[in-house]
């Protein structure tokens, strides 16, 4: 079955550390990958995106992710964390073929210790 | 502030009752998503509408209805309320081409059934 998995659930990172969420997509063929982030009391917010092209794709707020055929992996990484990137973190997909229709992994949940 | 309103923000209501969630999308985006957030579902799509069509169904109960009006708002009905459709209900736009693929959420609308 098609769907989009992000295995961790909650990650705990210290201020300053670097940050790795991971992101598994299983589908036929390459699909559209994004993050999205979700502050507490507030909606999805658009980090990045990949379409084709370089798999290294950068974002805002200093994050970037990089697109993993081999592994069918979207992974988002962040160099430093700042207390300001505690948030619900979501993978999400669009599958090729045109339904625009995003299916989104249940999310990872980042807590930044000071 | 990412230009997709939403009202009401809070909603808290009984069984049985029905609510209208409204949504106005972004300017100049044509199509309209509603999904519903909850904690053991996760992110799930509720439906979508471009231009003032039904252009996409998921998982959405016949008890919920939705529609998009001719200036593009659009709003999603509930009726015969349970515990169980509490939740968090976001409206997300979308543009064309590429853009159809990103989608812009609103804050959402946090509806408590009682």
């Known amino acids: 079955a098609q769907s989009v998995t992000q295995p961790d659930i909650h990650i705990t990172v210290s201020e300053g550390a670097s940050l790795e969420l991971r992101c598994n997509y299983s589908?036929?063929?390459?699909?559209?990958l994004f993050w999205y982030v979700q502050s507490p009391g507030q909606g999805l917010q658009l980090l990045l995106k990949y379409f084709s092209g370089d798999t290294l794709v950068q974002g805002i707020k200093g994050f970037e992710a990089e697109f993993k055929r081999s592994q069918s992996s979207f992974n988002l990484r962040k160099p430093s964390v700042h207390w300001s990137d505690a948030a619900e973190y979501f993978c999400?997909?669009?599958?090729?073929?045109?339904?625009?229709?995003?299916?989104f992994g249940r999310g990872t949940s980042l807590i930044v210790h000071p | 502030d990412s230009g997709v309103t939403q009202t009401p923000k809070h909603l808290i209501t009984a069984t049985g009752q029905r609510v209208t969630l409204r949504c106005s999308p972004r300017?100049?985006?044509?199509?309209v998503y509603w999904y519903q957030q909850s904690l053991d579902q996760g992110l799930q799509f509720l439906i979508q509408y471009y231009n003032g069509e039904e252009r996409a169904k998921g998982n959405i109960l016949e008890r919920f209805s939705a529609q998009q009006f001719p200036d593009l708002h659009s709003e999603l009905n509930l009726s015969s309320l349970e515990l169980g459709d509490s939740a968090l209900y976001f409206c997300?736009?979308?543009?064309?081409?590429?853009?159809?693929?990103?989608?812009?959420f609103g804050a959402g609308s946090r509806l408590t059934v009682l």
């Open positions: 589908y036929g063929a390459t699909p559209y």
């Open positions: 300017s100049g985006d044509l199509s």
């Open positions: 997300a736009s979308s543009g064309t081409g590429r853009g159809a693929n990103v989608l812009t």
């Open positions: 999400a997909v669009v599958p090729p073929g045109g339904s625009y229709i995003p299916t």
